[in-house]
């Protein structure tokens, strides 16, 4: 049986290094820790869900439960390693593993894998998502007033009450 790893703190996880975090804490934790996918980024990464509870005290669903996320934005890496260190610390510590009898946990370490992958291979400014959203009061990064530059500005909604 292997040990759960340890959390470093010295870097940012990439999405090879969560994977291989959670998939050695799910083989190390046995039947207290599942990992699955949730679904698949554009880019092929899975979006990693990690389910602890105790299924000797009734199943996971059964039990009240805490959803914890993690980088949501491109540049949020840092709440990965914070996620990570929850898991951990509720697989090795006592009095938090005894958290797992009466309570189910789920936690996402990196919501946002691909664009959090561009902004540590790359060091760039990103946002989460690329694509212009067409919808009314959507975000249309175009010059909208003449002035030849693109600033935020609000436009009037024929649909609402807003400017």
Known sequence: MSA????KFDGYYNHEQITDFLKTAETAAGDLMNVRSLAQTPEGRDIWLATLADPSTGPPEDKPAYHVQANVHAHEVGGTSAVLHLLRSLLTSPEARELL?????YAVPRINPDGAEYALSTLSEIR???????????????DLNGDGM????????RT???V
């Open 4 to 7: 759960i790893p340890e959390v």
């Open 128 to 142: 989460s998502r690329a694509e212009i959203d067409e919808k009314i009061n959507g975000i249309i990064p175009q």
């Open 150 to 157: 693109i600033l935020n500005m609000r436009w009037e909604d």
């Open 101 to 105: 009898a009466d309570l189910t946990f």
């Open 160 to 162: 609402g009450p807003l």
